[in-house]
């Protein structure tokens, strides 16, 4: 059965839009509870920190490379350098590295 | 809220920040185009779903299975799974709106929460001013929809050497807003090095790594946060922003 793309789209972009826009538009008040204060503090850590290792290493064309940028990404964030500076310092060193890894 | 100068100031400092954001989506978004093109989408639909959507991995599950011919429920539910996530960042970012934010800023800013941007947005100091996620938005939602857009159009890829130079720019910003707070924090460092390792062993124990990798991003985050949070609560007392 066909069905019709802009549906599709439609159910898409509802179902994401509900999943952000319902605790923002929600939760008005600071939250007391310490659990969920303290829980909602370390989720960006948490979840940053997954989706960025081991994904780093396996999207590049190779792991080296890849193991090259997190260190430096690392390093560079550590001195405190900014979001675009880091990203270019990963992006430059993947690139460069490849040139030799990858023939 | 007027337009003041302080707001417009936080504009432009969000088009800044948003530069990166906005390549690196373009260069994402293009291998999406490609996806986008064999499920059948015309380059209108294309850049349609991706103004509307702004998730990656959401997208690409969804239009993968549109492809395969899947039902609305099933895209429902998938994108349901795929983009779960965001309601825990929602959640978190709703803290760093004053309790005064009109209902038109959640709604607005509600529009493109995503990791990138929710990353930037979180590692500023205080309470978030609209202004700057909006200036951040203009950059990176551009970014994405004409990426899949040119995706579609030009059917193949960017040669590779460029898609994977581009492709951990993302990277770069995640650890650019993570780093710099487990230098001040050890408890942030070893909630950060924790996740590291968890992530490593879900993605290559068989168990874990049959999920999709939206859905072990739920399960760690859930799992490591409750953690971090039992072992290491916040001060009564503490601003949120403070460890």
């Known amino acids: 059965m066909k069905n019709n793309i802009y549906v599709y789209i439609a159910i898409m972009a509802l179902v994401t839009y509900a999943i952000r826009v319902i605790p923002l538009a929600f939760i ?16 960006p850590y948490v979840t940053l920190a997954v989706m960025t290792f081991p994904a780093i290493i396996n999207d590049t064309q190779n792991p080296i490379a890849g193991a090259l940028a997190l260190t430096v990404g690392i390093a560079a964030a550590w001195r405190g350098l900014s979001l675009f500076h880091v990203a270019c310092c990963c992006c430059a060193v993947v690139f460069v590295a490849e040139m030799i890894l990858v023939p | 809220m007027q337009f003041s100068s302080t707001n417009s100031q936080a504009y432009r ?6 530069i990166p954001i906005g390549l690196g989506y373009f260069a994402v978004a293009f291998s999406l185009g490609i996806i986008c093109r064999s499920s059948g989408f015309s380059v209108f639909q294309g850049f349609l779903a991706s103004f509307l959507n702004n998730t990656s991995a959401g997208e690409f599950a969804a239009i993968t299975l ?4 899947a039902s609305y429920l099933e895209i429902a539910m998938v994108t349901l799974i795929a ?18 934010t009109p209902m038109i800023h959640r709604l607005g800013v509600a529009f493109a929460v995503t990791d990138e941007l929710f990353g930037i947005a979180i590692a500023r100091p205080g309470m978030l001013n609209p202004w700057y996620y909006y200036g951040a938005m203009s950059m990176a939602i551009p970014g994405w929809s004409s990426g899949t857009a040119l995706g579609i159009i030009a059917g193949s890829q960017l040669p590779a050497r460029i898609v994977s130079a581009l492709s951990v720019a993302l990277f770069g910003m995640f650890l650019a807003v993570i780093i710099p707070p487990a230098r ?7 909630v950060i090095l924790t996740s590291f390792a968890a992530s490593f062993i879900a993605s290559t124990w068989p ?32 601003q949120f922003e403070e460890a």
């Open chain 2, 184 to 190: 001040q924090s050890k408890v942030i460092l070893a």
């Open chain 1, 28 to 43: 008005r008040q600071e939250i007391k509870n310490n659990f969920i204060r303290s829980f909602l503090y370390y989720v």
């Open chain 2, 83 to 100: 983009n779960a996530r965001y309601l825990l960042m929602s959640c978190a970012l709703s803290q760093r709106f004053a309790s005064d």
């Open chain 2, 13 to 18: 400092e969000g088009l800044h920040d948003g």
């Open chain 2, 66 to 69: 549109i492809g395969a011919g």
């Open chain 2, 207 to 238: 168990a874990l790594a049959a999920f999709s990798s939206g859905t072990r991003t739920i399960i760690l985050t859930v799992a490591i946060s409750t953690m971090a949070a039992l072992l290491h609560p916040l001060k009564a007392d503490a």
